[in-house]
């Protein structure tokens, strides 16, 4: 355990080594961390289901209609399937992970509380090949710290448009570090051939940013859907405020 682990408290709990990469998980208190090569892919607390990180400002997108049918690519450590469908027990989840062995880690970080339809498939060729609509469509893949280059094409992007219900939406979390030499305003310009953009700021200090990519809603249409359908409780209210301050970086050409 090095001098990092042990400032914050955390205890080695399972490792393994798999394909040249190092995954863990760690006991912390009140919680649990699992790291991929000693990036945090996901966290959780005994006693709430948020993280106030970025993870937490997925959950809304889980309340905007009833019964809904959302698609996450990449499980990383389950943490937005688990606050998801906690707070929002009749939506449908399927999650698209290309790593059985990553899953199998990510059920022992999670538990039952996994409540998910895992595919084992390519991610960005379940969607290209599906022909299920979802209402909500989460990105949040990565291999270490870089979003892999397939979901950076056009292709996966107008796969994602067509793979969406009508008012559907693509959120995806996204930093600086990208496969290839495409930027983030290039993968905006990108995704606005088909999408309103928005950029959703969490107020953390982090490197991820939070792409909203709507298909037909507009910002205040989103919104009033989200205060129809949920009750934000007081230690909720960062995340409903986060919304109503989005801003729209990119109107669809």
Not at 32 to 45: A, F, I, K, P
Not at 152 to 172: N, S
Not at 178 to 206: A, K, N, P, Q
Request: negative net charge; glycine residues 8%; charged residues 30%.
């Amino acid at each position: 355990m090095n001098l990092l682990n042990r400032l914050f408290g955390e205890r080695e709990e399972y490792s393994i080594r798999h394909n040249g990469h190092e995954i863990k998980i760690y006991s912390v208190p009140n919680g649990r961390v699992l790291r991929y090569d000693g990036v945090v892919y996901s966290r959780l607390y005994e006693d709430t289901p948020y993280t106030y990180e970025y993870w937490d400002f997925f959950m809304p997108l889980g309340g905007i209609k009833p019964d809904e049918h959302m698609l996450m690519i990449g499980l990383g450590g389950g943490t937005i399937v688990r606050m998801i469908t906690n707070k929002f027990s009749e939506v449908t989840f399927d999650v698209v992970e290309v790593d059985r062995v990553m899953a199998d880690v990510t059920k022992k970080f999670i538990g039952e509380e996994l409540r998910c339809n895992i595919l084992f498939r390519d991610g960005a060729e379940y969607v290209k090949s599906s022909f299920a609509k979802y209402d909500v469509i989460i990105l949040d893949a990565f291999i270490s710290d870089r979003i892999p280059g397939e979901f950076l094409e056009r292709d996966f992007v107008a796969a994602a448009y067509a793979g969406l219900k009508e008012e559907g939406i693509l959120a995806i979390n996204c930093i600086s570090s990208m496969d290839g030499s495409l930027s983030i305003g290039e993968y905006t310009e990108r995704l606005s051939e088909f999408f309103d953009v928005y950029r959703l700021e969490t107020g953390f200090i982090t490197a991820n940013t939070l792409l909203i990519c709507t298909k037909a809603l507009e910002k205040q249409e989103l919104i009033g859907y989200m205060l129809d359908r949920i009750r934000f409780e007081d230690n909720e209210t960062y995340i409903r405020k986060a919304y109503e301050q989005m801003k729209l970086i990119r109107k669809k050409e």
